[in-house]
């Protein structure tokens, strides 16, 4: 990759600059993450406790499905370059709160109780 300071030309300089391999790499496990857990607590809301499966879990499973739509279409609004940088924290804050909703619906979807 190259750095800002070899482009001569301002309309060839990247339009949020170039990403670091950290970056990339911090994005990929948060993406990975996200993705297995809403896999697990999807396919949970349809197995789990028995079969058939109740109303509320498949509600459940559409709006983490509807969540994770739209947190694909931010994402991929920000890798197109239609988003200021200063939008990735919101990516991460959305990553993490679809996360915690995962575990919270896991918790209930298994009958834990404390």
Known sequence: MASRQQYDDPASQPLFGESHPQDRMCNLVVASLTGIIVAVTIVSAFVFPKWPPKGVNIFFAVVMLFI???????????????????????????????????????????????
């Open 68 to 114: 994770g739509g739209s947190h694909l279409m931010l994402i991929y609004w920000y890798r197109q370059g239609d988003l200021d940088p200063k939008f990735r924290r919101l990516i991460f804050y959305n990553a993490f709160t679809m996360i915690m909703l995962c575990v919270v619906g896991n918790l209930y979807l298994h009958n834990v109780n404390t």
